[in-house]
């Protein structure tokens, strides 16, 4: 994509200002280099990389705490961690700061030697599996998203949240994140158990204390769901679902059974709490749709956004993430002036299908108040909509929400950010 005069104009200047530093920098390393080219091993070396310390960004819990301290042995209640968008660097969340939704209880200690994977139900021959067992199969890695149906949402648990002025990225869009995951088809499985005729769902179980299961389509297991065993070169962390956990691409996030135990083959699914008074999703002509599971395109400007503050007028790139359940991102607009004009952005790869996919766009604020927003399309041809355009929709599906604690999902409108005169950044969604 050609890139703007703008932009043209400060990567110019920027590589005279590269072409200092580096002279500069080489000055200074003829003057103290010789004490490092000794070969000598850096002090006092951690065995397991930290961050620097001028690092702080983390996630922030939104929905609930974790554990519960004053509630029965046997409560629970859904809580979760919110990925800190608003300080994310290309387009792979570091496994510390990948978002957490779990429901009500804390991470089983698993001994992954003792851990067993079981296949069982309509197949021919029922299998179990160590890790190890795993491992020798042929593995693949792959990047994908993973969001909370939840997530953005402007109504719900923390929708008052979502909506306040202040919020910024991470309250508004930090219920989903992007990793590498490793692990082994979930078809491979199958077809070493022999599926049999009529066979048409699947039923994953996870091994913590509440035993969380969910059914998915047959058609789906048999395309491009995961177990996965690694996440971004390592091994998942138990948060996230150690040593096992399910991973359904492009899927809402309930979908992704962690600690995985076993998946049962079934001709119909199991009408279990999930399917049955969580998460269907009220329709137009009142009726509630028990299975909605791919998630539609969704962008968000993380820079600038809500809570930052501009130092003044000038070029700024405007940074932020797209993805879509229904495959890869092919176009990203921004919109400087409240969505009167949209240009398109520079999408900055790699771009992979059901993955966030970075966007920027060369901007030169005039010190003026504005509102700046994007949008997406994916391969299907599919656009983010407009608040406007899901808003009735939303009103009635959050009266519902209200009546049922039915979970409100599947929002995906574009998000606004309003640049004020000063240069502070306010959350501009209007619900």
């Known amino acids: 994509m050609e890139k703007t005069p703008d932009r043209r104009r400060f990567l110019k200047n920027g590589a005279v200002l590269a072409g200092l530093s ?23 070396l951690p065995a397991y990389g930290e961050r620097s310390r001028f690092e702080n960004s983390a996630r ?17 209640k859904d809580f979760g961690f919110r990925t800190p968008l608003q300080d994310s660097i290309g387009m792979i969340t570091p496994p510390p700061l990948h978002y957490i939704v779990s429901h009500g209880y804390e991470p089983p200690d698993i001994d992954p030697r003792e851990h067993r994977l079981l296949i069982h139900g309509m197949v021919d021959r029922p299998l179990i599996f160590t890790l190890e067992d795993l491992r020798r199969l042929p593995s693949v890695s792959q990047v994908h998203f993973v969001e909370c149906n939840g997530n953005s949402a402007p109504t719900g648990p923390t929708g008052a949240i979502r909506r306040a002025p202040n919020a910024n990225a991470q309250d508004t869009h930090g219920l989903t994140s992007c990793s590498v995951w490793t692990g ?7 077809r070493q158990a022999g599926v049999q005729e009529g066979a048409k769902w699947i039923l994953a179980e996870g091994a913590e204390k509440g035993k969380h299961s969910k059914s998915l389509p047959f058609e789906k297991a048999m395309d491009d769901i995961l177990i996965v065993y690694g996440q971004n070169g390592e091994a998942i962390r138990p948060e996230q679902g150690y040593p096992l956990r399910l991973l359904v691409p492009g899927w809402e996030g309930i979908n992704n059974v962690k600690w995985l135990r076993r998946i049962k083959i079934v001709d119909e699914p199991y009408m279990a709490m999930r399917e049955t008074s969580k998460y269907p999703s009220l329709r137009m002509d009142g009726k509630a749709r028990w299975f909605q599971f791919q998630m539609g395109p969704k962008s968000v400007i993380t820079r600038p956004s809500g809570g930052q503050k501009l130092p003044g007028p000038g070029f700024y790139e405007i940074s932020g993430l797209a993805w879509s359940g229904g495959g890869a991102i092919r176009k990203v607009e921004v919109s400087t002036d409240g969505g009167r004009n949209w240009k398109d952005a520079e999408i900055q790869g790699p771009v992979y299908p059901k993955a966030h996919t970075r966007f920027g766009f060369a901007w030169e604020w005039d010190g003026q108040e504005t509102v700046l927003q994007s949008r997406c399309t994916d391969d299907a041809g599919e656009v983010q909509p407009t608040v406007a355009e899901v808003a009735e929709f939303w009103r009635v599906e959050a009266d ?28 501009a969604i209007e619900f």
Do not use: C
Not at 30 to 36: I, R
Not at 184 to 190: A, G, K, R, T, Y
Not at 403 to 413: C, L, S, Y
């Open 60 to 76: 922030m819990g939104s929905l609930g705490t974790w554990p519960q301290p004053t509630s029965p042995p046997d409560y629970h």
């Open 184 to 190: 082994v088809p979930l078809s491979i499985l199958l």
């Open 400 to 427: 519902f929400f209200q009546k049922t604690e039915t979970v409100v999902g599947h929002f995906n409108a574009i998000q606004p950010w309003k640049v004020n005169r000063d240069g502070s950044i306010r959350n």
């Open 22 to 44: 580096l002279g500069m920098a080489n000055a200074a390393d003829g003057e103290t280099g010789a004490a490092e080219s000794t070969g000598g091993a850096p002090k006092d």
